[in-house]
């Protein structure tokens, strides 16, 4: 946020919105996480394709069968 109000400071609304694209789409992405969740949502689509097509099987641990604890 601060990077985006350095950028921003003094140039006025317009040139800002121009200028300091990167800096408003870093704040965003903080905010929201979109991109992250965005990302997330493409590697757990490939992960699903790729145990359909029986590329991948995944560890015991990730399908809720670990050993018991003592």
Do not use: S
């Not at 949502?41 to 809720?64: S, V, W």
Request: hydrophobic share 25%.
């Amino acid at each position: 946020e601060r990077e985006w109000v350095e950028c921003g400071h003094g140039l006025g609304q317009t040139r800002a919105r121009r200028e300091c694209q990167l800096e408003y789409e870093d704040f965003m992405e903080c905010m929201n996480r979109t991109k992250l969740a965005q990302r997330l949502r493409i590697i757990l689509e490939q992960r699903d394709k790729m145990i359909k097509q029986g590329k991948y099987t995944p560890p015991d641990y990730h399908m809720g069968k670990e050993e018991p604890r003592p």
